[in-house]
């Protein structure tokens, strides 16, 4: 990825440590790192972020960043998501709020500690090589089957993790989330 996308996340990710909530990184950058790179600036992170965090949260991210109280408020309350923007950067973050399911309780649990810079070494947690290709199916389920980019990016995360992911997982929460269907044709589609 380039750098400024990188240095953006490392920033929001910081701010959430400092402030204990739970976070992981998904989307493109989770594919990327687990699967094959693609050119991305779109930063995804998931928060399991309470209510009454939200004014230190939107503290912490000014004046660096855009964020706007009420539409965190709102995001939190719908488990729905907002973005911040870095100022200097003009860099946006998607940030989605964790929805209260099962599945995505047990996604935050199996979040992966990466490093993604190795000088100085910083290390930040993504969503599981099986949870990124859930999730890229999920969207690509749910937007008429037509992003290229989200079908190209669950079957790189298949071949390259191959044979290390978990396949009982894979399937319980594929038919859980309604893509057992399409897992299967991944898989097909990746080798497996």
């Known amino acids: ?71 965190v408020r709102d995001a939190v309350k719908q488990q729905a998501s907002f973005n911040v923007i870095q100022m200097e950067k003009i860099q946006k973050v998607d940030v989605f709020v964790l929805p209260d399911r099962p599945y995505n309780r047990e996604e935050l649990r199996r979040r992966q500690l990466v490093t993604i810079t190795e000088d100085p070494k910083r290390s930040i947690y993504m969503a599981s090589p099986e949870d990124v290709i859930l999730q890229k199916l999920d969207w690509y389920g749910l937007g008429g089957e037509v992003s290229d980019r989200q079908w190209c990016d669950a079957l790189g995360v298949l071949k390259v993790q191959a044979n290390r992911l978990d396949r009982s997982y894979l399937e319980r929460w594929a038919s859980d989330l309604g893509v057992s269907e399409l897992l299967a044709r991944a898989l097909r589609a990746a080798g497996l």
């Open 1 to 71: 990825m380039p750098a400024e996308p990188i240095e953006v996340l490392l920033e929001v990710v910081r701010l959430l440590e400092d402030l204990g909530i739970p976070y992981m990184v998904g989307g493109s950058v989770a594919s990327s790192v687990f699967g094959i790179f693609r050119s991305t600036d779109d930063v995804d992170v998931v928060i399991d972020l309470a209510l009454e965090k939200v004014p230190s949260l939107v503290a912490k991210l000014k004046p660096a960043f855009y964020v706007d109280e009420s539409r």
